[in-house]
Each structure stands twice: as structure tokens, then as C-alpha cells.
């Protein structure tokens, strides 16, 4: 399975400033997956990344919020935009195992916990 | 709206107690998957799913997918104090993206 550093790990920040989000990843992928989970709730995907084109974004999330970058096939980030309390959540990159196209599971990093004042 | 649903939502055990937690799709699934997420942690795949009735097992851990692939179930025998944590299933209800079911919050009491 891949791994995936993430970082930071977490952030207190003040609203109306942004927070860029960094996922790492020790091999390539076509794919790259951004969810968000509030506290004790369950994980809603973001947006997927992929490398070389704008990503593709869920319903209820738009790119000037969460603009996401995906330079290569390693790298991803995502940043939340002109923060405010409510985005206060833990958010999480992920990849898939894939083989011959097929989804076998994620792999998720280590989670960003970020908390908006 | 949530597509995949899970119950119970909390469920509170003695050490050494069984645990189930069920995980229903008004769709006929592809595959699911289940995930585990330890407090303070991100989700771990645990297994996945893919026959119509299928069963696997992993030491304590059966996994079900019903004859209908339209549920599926985790059971837990004889839960330790490593097992507390929440158990998230997900499926790709529409064939593309997967969905997080709403997960089961294990606690084990020693």
C-alpha cells in the first residue's frame, strides 16, 4: 500500500486567512482523493485531484473555496479559503489501491485537524 | 442525501461481548468496503466485498455481503479494548465515487 505524509497535522487559524494543505505520496497515482470529516461525523469527499487537469469537485464544494493543486503524481494540495469557524473539521487526502483499474481500497493520510477562530 | 446507511450509531459493549453493525444500501452495490478509525486516527481498510453472499473472515472480524448485495455486516467476537473505535462501510452506490456510510462507535468497557 502507498503512504501518504500529510501535513500539517493540525492548525488553529484565524477566519479569514487560508490554510494550505500538503499530501505527500511515496509512489505514483492517477488519483487523489480530499475529504472532509467533522468531528464525529463521517467522511464527505471534497474532490478528486488529478494530475494535469482541474479537479473534479462533489456538490456543495466549489474551486475558489478549495482550490486544490496537482502538479504531479505525487503531490497534492489543498487549500481552504477565507476560513471561517464552520470549516473547522478534520480534512484528509487519500489514494486508491487500484489493480487493472479496480478499486481494491483507500489509503488515507494522517488527517489535518484544523480548528478556525 | 445519504446513500448508504449504517445502525446502530453508538454501541457501548463489556469487554469480552460480541458486536454486529449493519450496513444497508436502497441499491444494488458493485463491492463494499469497511474501514476502521481508531480515536484520534484516520480510517484503515479493513476488507472488501465483492460476491453476493460472500463471507470473509479476519481472526475476530467476519465480514457478510448479503445475497442481495444490498447489505452487509461486521461482527466482532469476544471484543477486546483494541477493538473500540468507529467502523465506517463504503460503497460506490451509483457505480462511481465511493460514500462513507454515517459509521458505528464502538466503545468497549474493560
Known amino acids: 500500500s502507498a503512504v501518504i505524509s500529510q501535513k500539517p497535522s493540525r492548525d488553529i487559524c484565524q477566519r479569514g486567512t487560508s490554510l494550505t494543505i500538503q499530501c505527500q505520496v511515496d509512489s505514483q497515482v492517477t488519483m487523489m482523493f480530499w475529504y472532509r470529516q467533522q468531528p464525529g461525523q463521517s467522511l464527505t469527499l471534497i474532490a478528486t485531484a488529478n494530475q494535469g487537469s482541474e479537479a473534479t469537485y462533489e456538490s456543495g464544494f466549489v474551486i475558489d473555496k478549495f482550490p486544490i493543486s496537482r502538479p504531479n503524481l505525487t503531490f497534492s494540495t489543498l487549500t481552504v479559503s477565507n476560513m471561517s469557524p464552520e470549516d473547522s473539521s478534520i480534512y484528509l487526502c487519500s489514494v486508491e489501491k487500484t489493480f487493472d483499474f479496480y478499486n481494491y481500497g483507500y489509503t488515507f493520510g494522517s488527517g489535518t485537524r484544523l480548528t478556525v477562530v | 442525501g445519504q446513500q448508504v446507511m449504517q445502525i446502530p450509531q453508538y454501541q457501548h459493549v463489556q469487554e469480552g461481548e460480541d458486536f454486529t453493525t449493519y450496513c444497508n444500501s436502497s441499491t444494488t452495490l458493485s463491492n463494499i468496503q469497511w474501514y476502521k478509525q481508531r480515536p484520534g486516527g484516520h480510517p484503515v481498510f479493513l476488507i472488501q466485498?465483492?460476491?453476493?453472499?460472500e463471507v470473509k473472515k479476519q481472526k475476530r472480524l467476519t465480514f457478510q455481503f448479503g445475497e442481495a448485495k444490498k447489505n452487509s455486516s461486521l461482527h466482532i467476537t469476544a471484543t477486546q479494548t483494541t477493538d473500540v473505535g468507529t467502523y465506517f462501510c463504503a460503497a460506490p452506490p451509483l457505480g462511481q465515487n465511493f460514500v462513507f456510510g454515517p459509521g458505528t462507535r464502538l466503545s468497549v468497557l474493560p
Open positions: 466485498l465483492v460476491k453476493s453472499g
